[in-house]
């Protein structure tokens, strides 16, 4: 999602891990390498990623935020048990 950033608003969140990344593949790369992550954030103006263990409807909420972009992972295991 372009231009909107998750915040955590519940003391249930898990703190987020902050990286330093050249860009938003990057951090999309990040997060689906890291098992616990559910949710990223990229800030284009400071090349940070931002990942989550939680997913926005959980504990957080997601915000207006110019130069941001808030990724979400789906868990493939949860969905191949569907089968």
Known sequence: MNDVQYQCVDPGCSSA?????A???DCEVA???????LTATYDQ???????????PSQYGTI?????????MAI???QLSARK
């Open 63 to 71: 915000v207006s935020q110019a130069g941001v972009v808030t990724l």
């Open 75 to 77: 868990d493939g295991r």
């Open 31 to 37: 997060c689906l390498s890291n098992a616990d992550c």
């Open 17 to 21: 891990t902050s990286i330093t990344v």
């Open 23 to 25: 860009n938003l593949r």
């Open 45 to 55: 103006f400071n090349s940070e990623c931002g990942l989550f263990a939680d997913i």
